[in-house]
C-alpha cells in the first residue's frame, strides 16, 4: 500500500468545503426564528393532530434545501432559471386545464404519484426568470427591456389570480416587482403608481358604506373578494361570519398585553376562538401567549434576516446575484407584512404564512430554497474577496 493512501486529505478536509462560507448573522437569524416557530407550534398545535411533529419534520425539510441549494453556485442557479419558469407556467396552464378543484379554487394538479400546487415554485422561478433577463442586457437596458419584464411578470401572475389564489399571486408579483425595481425602474413611474394606489385606498375607505352593498359588483375582483375587503373596512357587521377572524384575531392579540397569558395559557388559543390557529393566524396565538415583548423579539429575528439580507445584496459580486438577493429578502418582508397585517386587522384576510412560524410544508420548501439561494449569494461573495 503507498504512503499516499494515508497522507491523503482526512475526511475533515473532504468535507470542510461544504460547510465553509456560510453566513453566521444570517444562520443566527433563521435559527432564532425557527426556534419561535417550534415553540409556538407546539403550543398552538400540540392537540391538532401531527401539526407539530410535521412542523418539526418541515423545518429539517427547510435546514436541509438550506445547505444544499447553498452548495450551488449563483451562476448555476442562473442556467436554471429560463428551464424553471417554462416549467413553472406551463404546469399553471396545465392546473387551469386539468386542475383539481376544492373549495372553489384550481390550484391544485395530480402528476400521477401526488397532488402539486403549480403556484408555488413561480415565488422562485419569476425572480430567477427576471434577474436573468436582466443580467443578460446589463449596461444595455432601455425602456423596451423593462416592458418584457412586466410581460414575463404578468403571465404567472395573471394565471395564479385566476385560479383564485391572490395571497400567492401577491407575493409573486411583490417577487417580480421588487427585482424590476433594483434592476434601475425610474421613480417617475414608480411615484404614480404609489399616489394612484395611496388615491385607490382613500375612495375605498371613504366610500364604504356605497360600494359594499350587497347587489354592488366590483369589476375584476370576485364576489369573496370584496367580502375579504368589506369586511376588512368594518367587521362588526357581520361579527360571527365573515368579520369572525379579524375579530378574535384582534381580540388575542390584544388579550396578551405587554407580557402575554403564558407559555400554552391561551384562552382564544385553546378554547378554538381563532380561526386557523396554526397557518394563518397563529401570530395571533402568539401575540396572546407571549404579548408585545414576544412579539418585538420575533419581529426583531424577521428584522435582522432582512437587513442581513440586504446588505448580502449590496455586496454581491454580479447583478443576477445583486437582484435576486435584494428580491428574496425583500420577499420576506412582504411574508411578514402581510400576514402580521391580515391577522391585525389592516390588510385584508388572504393565504399568506408567517415564515418559519405557520405550518405548511410547500411554503417551508419555498422558504428553504430563497434562503439557501440567498445563502450561495453570500458564500460566492466571500469566495471572491479570497
Not at 407575493?171 to 433594483?182: D, R, T
Not at 395559557?265 to 401575540?287: M, N, S, V
Request: net charge positive.
Amino acid at each position: 500500500m503507498s504512503a499516499n493512501a494515508f497522507n491523503g486529505p482526512s475526511w475533515w478536509q473532504r468535507l470542510r468545503p461544504w460547510f465553509s462560507g456560510f453566513d453566521l448573522p444570517l444562520l443566527l437569524s433563521i435559527a432564532w426564528l425557527m426556534g419561535l416557530g417550534l415553540v409556538s407550534m407546539y403550543s398552538a398545535g400540540y392537540d391538532h393532530g401531527t401539526r407539530f411533529v410535521d412542523h418539526g419534520r418541515n423545518t429539517l425539510l427547510a435546514i436541509a434545501l438550506i445547505f444544499l441549494v447553498a452548495q450551488v453556485s449563483p451562476q448555476r442557479m442562473m442556467a436554471l432559471a429560463v428551464p424553471l419558469y417554462t416549467v413553472g407556467v406551463a404546469l399553471l396552464v396545465a392546473t387551469a386545464l386539468f386542475g383539481i378543484t376544492k373549495k372553489g379554487a384550481t390550484r391544485w394538479l395530480n402528476v400521477g404519484v401526488t397532488q402539486i400546487q403549480p403556484s408555488e415554485i413561480l415565488k422562485i422561478a419569476v425572480p430567477l426568470m427576471l434577474a436573468w433577463w436582466f443580467q443578460k442586457r446589463e449596461g444595455q437596458l432601455r425602456l423596451p427591456d423593462f416592458v418584457a419584464a412586466f410581460i414575463l411578470l404578468a403571465v404567472p401572475v395573471g394565471l395564479v389570480a385566476k385560479q383564485p389564489d391572490l395571497g400567492t399571486s401577491i407575493l409573486v408579483l411583490s417577487a417580480g416587482l421588487y427585482v424590476i425595481f433594483f434592476a434601475g425602474l425610474s421613480w417617475r413611474l414608480i411615484i404614480p403608481a404609489f399616489v394612484l394606489a395611496g388615491a385607490g385606498i382613500t375612495a375605498l375607505v371613504v366610500s364604504e358604506e356605497a360600494i359594499c352593498q350587497p347587489d354592488v359588483t366590483w369589476p375584476v375582483l370576485r364576489e369573496y373578494q370584496k367580502n375579504r375587503v368589506c369586511t376588512l373596512l368594518d367587521p362588526t357587521k357581520d361579527p360571527l361570519g365573515k368579520g369572525f377572524h379579524i375579530i378574535q384575531g384582534e381580540i388575542a392579540i390584544g388579550s396578551g398585553g405587554l407580557t402575554g397569558k403564558g407559555f400554552m395559557k391561551g384562552t382564544q388559543t385553546h378554547l378554538e376562538f381563532i380561526p386557523e390557529r396554526t397557518t394563518d393566524f397563529i401570530f395571533a396565538a402568539y401575540g396572546e401567549e407571549f404579548g408585545l415583548f414576544g412579539a418585538l423579539g420575533l419581529l426583531l429575528g424577521f428584522t435582522a434576516l432582512i437587513l442581513r439580507g440586504l446588505m448580502i445584496a449590496s455586496d454581491a459580486p454580479t447583478l443576477f446575484s445583486r437582484l435576486m438577493a435584494g428580491a428574496i429578502t425583500l420577499s420576506f418582508f412582504t411574508y411578514v407584512f402581510v400576514n402580521m397585517g391580515m391577522v391585525s386587522g389592516i390588510l385584508p384576510v388572504v393565504g399568506v404564512p408567517l415564515p418559519f412560524i405557520s405550518y405548511g410544508g410547500t411554503a417551508m420548501v419555498t422558504l428553504g430554497f430563497g434562503l439557501g439561494l440567498l445563502m450561495s449569494i453570500a458564500k460566492s461573495r466571500r469566495f471572491n474577496r479570497s
